[in-house]
């Protein structure tokens, strides 16, 4: 499997110039925005995102798959790579994120608190892996072109159901006390269950894609 990852390594090698330039456009713009620093984990789980499907898109460019196919090397074992790549990147851009975020608590002392170095970057990260998630599996059964198009329904669903959460809570009368004991609850818990249901979503999306996938005809 380890084999498997480095070639998504060398994949994305080739490209290494124009993500490179990304990355300094991205921690140049979190220094001279002002609380840009906040949202560079924001910056690099949308570079992690751009990562993850160039590897599908190279994948699909070259039919790799077919080739794949006749190595000693099982659907489930090239279905797994692909999950721990990712897990991978999602990985560096919470190191990255939060080392930014250091920095700029240094920088900028009114930018950035000591609270938000970490929980910015735990947070985008759990947003991500819920897309990728959603994404994986899309990208297995239809490919990276019109996997794209499956994240960017899913992005405009999201916004119009945020839109229409916001809606709803702003012409509803809540109950006081039962709103605080749901933020009492969120405060304590909310964390480990939203982690607890991103995790989940990934594991869940691993099996849905190890099912399209052994299905699949090249």
Do not use: H
């Amino acid at each position: 499997m380890s084999g498997l990852i480095i070639k998504d390594l060398f994949n994305l090698n080739s490209n290494k110039r124009i993500y490179l330039v990304l990355l300094i456009m991205f921690v140049f713009s979190a220094f001279i925005i002002d609380s840009g620093i906040s949202f560079m984990s924001v910056y690099m789980s949308i570079l992690c995102m751009m990562l993850c499907i160039s590897t599908f898109s190279y994948d699909d460019y070259s039919k790799w798959n077919r080739y794949a196919l006749a190595l000693p090397l099982t659907r489930k074992d090239i279905v797994k790579s692909r999950y721990v790549f990712a897990l991978i990147l999602i990985g560096l851009s919470f190191i990255v994120g939060s080392l930014v975020n250091l920095i700029g608590l240094f920088v900028y002392d009114s930018v950035i608190t000591l609270e938000l170095i970490f929980s910015i970057p735990l947070a985008t990260i759990i947003v991500i892996t819920i897309i990728i998630a959603i994404l994986f599996p899309a990208m297995y059964k239809y490919g990276a072109e019109k996997g794209r198009l499956v994240l960017l329904l899913f992005s405009i669903l999201l916004g119009i159901a945020g839109y229409g959460i916001n809606y709803l809570f702003r012409n509803i009368t809540i109950d006081v006390t039962l709103l605080n004991n749901g933020m009492s609850f969120l405060m304590n818990y909310g964390v480990y269950l939203i982690i607890l249901i991103a995790l989940l979503s990934l594991y869940i999306s691993y099996i849905k894609s190890i099912q399209i996938y052994q299905k699949k005809e090249f």
